[in-house]
């Protein structure tokens, strides 16, 4: 019921946007986030964006780099990444619930090279 997409293979100072849809909830009352797993690495908080008034958190390490979106009338949420750097090679986890993650996608994996 989540559906991420936009990985890929880009170079170091290259740019993506992922894009996770959701289906079947009322996503547009959820909050909505982004996680990673790095290779060897566990999962991390990346960024979230609540549905009230659309506030965002970031990992500190992302922040000005990465920006998280969201368009509820598309029940999408998007991770606009810039600048990236070989450390952001990982597996992108969309997720979502009313006041925690409680539903997860499959991973969009970004791969930058230097």
């Known amino acids: 019921q989540l559906q991420a997409s936009g990985g890929g293979l880009v170079q170091a100072g290259g740019s993506l946007r992922l894009s996770c849809v959701a289906s079947?909830?009322?996503?547009?009352?959820?909050?909505m986030g982004w996680f990673r797993r790095a290779p060897g690495k566990e999962r991390e908080f990346v960024a979230r964006?609540?549905?009230?008034?659309?506030?965002?958190y970031y990992l500190d390490s992302v922040k000005g780099q990465f920006a998280i979106s969201r368009d509820n009338a598309k029940n999408t949420v998007y991770l606009q990444m810039n600048n990236l750097k070989p450390e952001d090679t990982a597996l992108y986890y969309c997720a979502a619930g009313p006041n925690r993650f409680d539903y997860w996608g499959q991973g969009t994996l970004v791969t930058v090279s230097s």
């Open positions: 964006i609540d549905w009230i008034a659309g506030n965002t």
């Open positions: 079947g909830r009322a996503f547009s009352r959820y909050l």
